[in-house]
């Protein structure tokens, strides 16, 4: 044998050696920051419920979430061993004693100069959810000492420095571009300045205390069936798996901006186990093997209406219509989600999101490459 495949070996047996020989976290709680894609209800609790048929497969009825069961998150959480995230901005049945979620759909990193009326986007941009945390880490103390059921609701103090911080957020900032008719190179020009905003939040959560960052840089926007009906691509610009290239090439260069700034923030904050989880390698990896690996035409969405996608952005999932005075659902579900990738055009389904969480949990897909449950531990 060689002595650079020997040298090769014997690097990755002492990699695995020390990965596995190090304890799991036991993470106590989970702190999310995101997007419609780990959504649990929070824009639902300010604006209205997500309509039928969402939730359809696991909670049965709409439970907030954009798709017709469990998201990433849920499937991290319970990975962990923790109960699901109740929305920070739900009143409604919440327990945040494991932790808090803090995402909510349209979200972006930089605030959007518009409303939700008009183009869409929350109003709750990152900055934002840094404020609502900040402020739950010292209410919820004082919130505790009143005793009673206030004080299995909300989590002990020390959970906040033990808690895991999740993020998986900036989809919407590059699609913001879009709506507003610029181009690709237009939007990457505003790359830097959000990643430089994304990186400041980070920082204020250290300062408060948090440790332990699971960061997951943004999926291929030009696999989204929503991208591909609503804005002009052109033959050529098709991939051999069929997605509109140059709008993956902006998510690729947001990932790469982002994976370097992930790098500088560990140099700053010493004490922060920072991991960068490749989520957009996950997800065109389930466009590209859809159907070896048990799916449907992976662009095929399962509720919707119409179009070559079964996608109309006027009539998206849950859509209705009045005949003879009463109201009929027109975006219905497909008769089984399980067997396709994209829920409603924009999100994915259970199964497509059990299956991207069996490729990140292991730390396959992570740098480091520590698992999960591993993730409080920094690089050495």
Not at 65 to 80: H, K, Q, T, V, Y
Request: glycine share 8%; charged share 20%.
């Amino acid at each position: 044998m060689a002595p650079v495949c020997r040298l090769l070996i014997s690097v990755t047996l002492l990699l695995l050696i020390s990965t596995f020989s190090l304890p799991d976290c036991n993470f106590p709680a989970v702190f999310n920051f995101g997007d419609s894609n780990s959504d649990t209800g929070g824009l639902s609790a300010v604006f209205g419920q997500v309509h039928p048929p969402n939730g359809e497969t696991f909670f049965h009825f709409p439970a907030g979430r954009n798709s017709d069961g469990r998201l990433l998150i849920d499937f991290i959480a319970e990975g962990l061993g923790l109960g699901y995230l109740s929305p920070f901005l739900d009143s409604m049945g919440t327990n945040f004693s494991h932790g808090a979620n803090y995402a909510t759909s349209g979200s972006t990193i930089r605030r959007q100069n518009t409303t939700i009326f008009q183009s869409g986007y929350s109003p709750i941009s990152l900055d934002v959810k840094y404020v609502q945390f900040s402020d739950f880490l010292t209410r919820s103390q004082i919130i505790r000492q009143k005793g009673d059921v206030f004080k299995n609701l909300f989590p002990k103090k020390y959970k906040f420095s033990s808690a895991l911080y999740t993020f998986d957020i900036g989809q919407n900032d590059l699609t913001a571009g879009y709506k507003l008719n610029m181009t690709t190179e237009q939007v990457k020009l505003y790359v830097p300045d959000v990643i430089s905003q994304f990186t400041t939040i980070i920082k204020n959560v250290y300062d408060l205390g948090g440790r332990a960052f699971w960061i997951h840089n943004t999926g291929p926007v030009g696999c989204l069936p929503y991208i591909m009906d609503t804005r002009l691509i052109t033959a050529a610009q098709v991939d051999q798996h069929g997605c509109a290239a140059p709008f993956n090439g902006v998510s690729q260069y947001f990932n790469q901006k982002l994976k370097e700034a992930v790098i500088q923030l560990r140099k700053e904050l010493h004490s922060a186990a920072v991991t960068y989880v490749d989520i957009y390698s996950v997800k065109y990896s389930l466009i590209a093997q859809a159907k070896k690996l048990g799916f449907s035409d992976p662009f095929l969405v399962c509720c919707g209406h119409g179009g070559k996608y079964n996608f109309n952005n006027a009539k998206r999932c849950g859509s209705t219509k009045m005949v003879n005075g009463k109201e009929i659902l027109i975006a219905k579900s497909c008769e089984d989600p399980s067997s396709r990738i994209s829920w409603d055009g924009i999100h994915f389904t259970e199964a497509a999101n059990k299956w991207m969480y069996s490729q990140i949990a292991d730390g396959a897909f992570s740098d480091p490459p520590f698992p999960l449950k591993m993730d409080c531990h920094r690089k050495k």
